[in-house]
């Protein structure tokens, strides 16, 4: 019989097959699962340079695969930027990015994110001269937390060359005074106007980005992603090339399933998708942005914003241009993925898909929305008929004060805020995700806020008929992504023939309190039949 290179047993073994963890081994052979069977049985496969991990009573299920996040933005968030998310004013935001700007004096521009102006005291924007007062000699952009808007000093305004007679680009605002001057703050694409000065990184700098994310995925057990294409603020980081170098290299220890824009380039398109088409490295689909979000009024609403009557928000595009668009890649077979926040973008989205299906035919296209933060009950039947994928990160309903939006939409909508297991049990595949960096990369959070539902706060819980089970949590976060890149034959489950992509945690989730989920962390993670993380090798490895 054919011997296995690695062995995994356990107690509990979640293969995403049943709701349960069983008792089961696992032999991997190369790159693939070779059997899945009782312990017993796959001794069989052992051989003398067998490796065997015997988890006792831990948890052992797929990798995890992260269905919507943005890579080079990440690593830039994580590893090169000053962290505002503690920040409780603007004033204190100011100063940690002075201290971390004299710490830093080789980088020419201050990078920041995290701030949040809806959870401090006086709940305005902040302006440039808070900033001045504390670094006026060097440029500064600092990302808010939901990545929307961006705050800068007077230098960066100088650099980009915004004045007072600046127009606002397109889907953008360059917020002024009631003398017409820049404040400093730049609303969805005006955020490009300082940011490609920012960005602009040299190639070993990018490679660096890279290494880090693909480090901190290991460590977190994630073993796929899609990289969805950012938005116009940050075109700039786009890395394809690098990521082919890694690969090249065999240094990919993640599998990115890349999300370029989808922007009327077809032709563009269709030579991403020639130029990235292996198993480690792929071009999915095409990714673009409806709305933009609640807190800065630009989510597309189907009714008025209670505290701002006047707009519904509005669209990034014309219908017409979005139509346009979306019948083009789908005739020419590409899966598409729009942001979506209100409801209002969520019914155009729809109807978008739909449209493509009336022009060019159905066809098993995966098309997805991406957040869905507010829905019209109408539209939940809607993704099922028409085979679209809701695409939902838990985590987000937590990612600041329920005020946030329900001091923005009516009563009536208060119930479909967030949701997640009516999504989850309309008979629509769910993918999870986390979006990183607008929240951590880390699965546990995501696991336990859409088992518990617990607001912000980690006390309340909000919607809490939109909790799912632990099971059905995994399982979108695997399996429900698998599909969402048509890999669930490759990728999701633990099966024999499927990809050797495998984690094994430090403990059974199905067995301890739901607080603990946060607790858990990776002991091994094996990506392509390669472990290529280990919390302590000595004990993981017998």
Not at 363 to 391: C, Q, T, Y
Not at 494 to 523: C, S, W, Y
Request: charged share 30%; net charge negative.
């Amino acid at each position: 019989m054919m011997k296995a290179d690695l062995i995994i047993k356990s107690n509990a073994v979640f293969t995403g097959l049943k709701d349960e963890p069983e008792s089961l081994a696992v032999a991997v052979k190369d790159n693939k699962i070779v059997a899945v069977d009782t312990k017993e049985k796959i001794a069989a496969y052992e051989g003398e340079q067998t490796k065997v991990i015997d988890a006792g009573d831990k948890l052992v299920m797929p990798g995890f695969h992260d269905a919507h996040l943005h890579i080079m933005l990440g690593s830039l968030f994580s590893h090169y930027c000053v962290s505002l998310t503690e920040a409780k004013s603007a004033e204190e935001a100011a100063v940690k990015v002075r201290e971390y700007a004299d710490g830093k004096p080789e980088n020419q521009w201050v990078i920041g994110t995290g701030w949040d102006h809806t959870t401090w005291v006086k709940k305005e924007f902040p302006d440039r001269y808070m900033l001045d007062q504390e670094l006026a000699d060097r440029p500064v952009l600092l990302l808010h937390a939901e990545g929307h808007y961006g705050w800068v000093n007077s230098k960066a305004l100088e650099i980009a060359g915004i004045t007072s007679e600046t127009s606002n680009p397109e889907y953008g605002v360059i917020y002024k005074d009631e003398k017409g001057e820049p404040t400093g703050i730049l609303i969805e694409t005006a955020i490009a106007l300082a940011a490609d000065f920012a960005y602009d990184f040299p190639k070993e700098q990018q490679r660096d980005m890279v290494s880090q994310f693909l480090e901190h995925a290991a460590r977190l057990g994630v073993t796929s992603v899609n990289d969805l294409y950012a938005s116009r603020a940050h075109e700039k980081l786009e890395a394809y090339s690098v990521y082919k170098e890694f690969e090249d290299k065999g240094e990919l220890s993640c599998r990115f399933h890349l999300y370029p824009p989808l922007n009327g380039q077809i032709e563009e398109a269709k030579k991403l998708r020639e130029r990235y088409a292996s198993d480690k490295l792929r071009t999915a689909g095409l990714k673009q942005f409806i709305d933009g979000v609640v807190t800065g009024y630009t989510a597309y609403m189907l009714d008025p914003y209670l505290d701002k009557p006047e707009t519904r928000g509005e669209t990034a595009y014309t219908k017409e241009q979005l139509e346009r668009w979306v019948v083009e890649a789908d005739k020419e077979g590409f899966q598409i993925r729009f942001h979506t926040i209100g409801d209002g973008a969520v019914r155009l989205g729809l109807d978008l898909y739909e449209k493509a299906q009336e022009v060019n035919g159905q066809r098993d296209a995966r098309h997805a929305l991406e957040h869905i933060e507010v829905i019209a009950p109408e539209d939940v039947p809607r993704f099922k008929a028409l085979g679209v994928m809701p695409s939902i990160q838990p985590y987000h309903m937590a990612l600041m004060p329920r005020e946030s939006h329900t001091t923005r939409v009516g009563e009536e909508k208060q119930a479909y805020i967030y949701p997640n297991a009516t999504l989850l049990r309309s008979g629509a595949e769910v993918s999870y995700s986390s979006d990183y960096p607008i929240v951590p990369l880390e699965p546990m959070i995501e696991i336990y806020h859409a088992v518990t539902r617990k607001d912000f706060t980690l006390n309340d819980t909000w919607n809490e008929q939109e909790r799912v089970t632990l099971a059905e949590a995994l399982k979108a976060y695997t399996a429900g992504s698998a599909y969402s890149v048509f890999r669930e034959n490759e990728l999701g489950t633990i099966e024999e023939g499927k990809l050797a992509d495998l984690v094994v945690l430090d403990r059974n989730l199905f067995d301890v309190p739901a607080d603990e989920i946060l607790k858990t962390e990776v002991e091994v993670t094996l990506m392509d039949g390669e472990i290529v993380w280990e919390k302590t090798p000595a004990v993981a490895l017998k």
